[in-house]
């Protein structure tokens, strides 16, 4: 598989703490990257950096062998890199229809209409299993429900890379495996994955590769099966 995206030597101080160290590494495409570490190691950070929301302050971002260092977060969306936060994405006064009908509209190049954007946003809840929910509001929706349209804002938008921010916080363990399913759906239309969670389980169903990073520096990168036998990685992730 080919890289889509490069990550070279970046580097990020925040209130003159170095929160990213030199960090290197390389997403396939149609790959599932898990990023993982304690709740001070970076990794929120790093994404963050990815999709344009902080800029590092050395090393380079090349996405499709081009450098996007520059590029604001609407324009690195514009080219398929979209950013699931953690407790944002959603517009909790729009229906769930809209909410997906809203980023079609954004993340299109093509000059699309309302009625084909709401067809689209129905073929899209279909996909994630919230058709049914078409017309609900935000807060009457489970947690579980939340998260995936989530993803059908996030595939809605034509992505590249989709960069998943703990979307399996507060889930419990049929839940994650539930949410796995989609994610893995999404991933088999070549659709690659930054997946950044402290769920291990999760993390070991879905996750190809794993890269650990402890206090801004990358100190493993490898199975997740591997990674996640090794007691002193653990105890650094604890």
Request: proline residues 1%.
């Amino acid at each position: 598989m080919t890289s889509i995206l490069k990550i070279f030597n970046v580097t990020k101080c925040l209130n003159n703490f170095l929160v990213i160290n030199n960090v290197n590494f390389s997403l396939k495409r149609g790959e599932i990257l898990g990023i993982t570490g304690n709740n001070e190691s970076g990794k929120t950070i790093l994404a963050r950096i990815i999709s344009g929301f902080i800029i590092q302050d050395k090393g380079d971002i090349f996405f499709q062998k081009k450098i996007i260092n520059s590029f604001l977060p609407f324009k690195r969306v514009k080219l398929g890199i979209i950013h699931i936060f953690q407790n944002k994405n959603l517009f909790n006064n729009l229906s769930v229809l809209d909410n997906v009908t809203i980023s079609i509209l954004f993340g299109s190049n093509d000059n699309i209409n309302l009625i084909y954007s709401r067809q689209k946003a129905f073929e899209y809840l279909k996909f994630v299993g919230l058709q049914k929910f078409f017309n609900s509001k935000i807060n009457t929706l489970t947690r579980l429900n939340k998260q995936k349209l989530k993803l059908a804002k996030a595939f809605g938008a034509k992505p590249k890379i989709i960069l998943l921010d703990e979307i399996m916080s507060g889930l419990n363990k049929i839940e994650v495996l539930k949410l796995a399913k989609i994610i893995e759906k999404i991933r088999n239309l070549d659709i690659s994955i930054l997946f950044i969670d402290k769920n291990f389980s999760a993390i070991k169903i879905l996750v190809d590769r794993l890269l650990v990073l402890y206090r801004g520096n990358k100190i493993a990168d490898d199975f997740p099966k591997k990674i996640l036998s090794d007691k002193i990685l653990l105890n650094k992730l604890s």
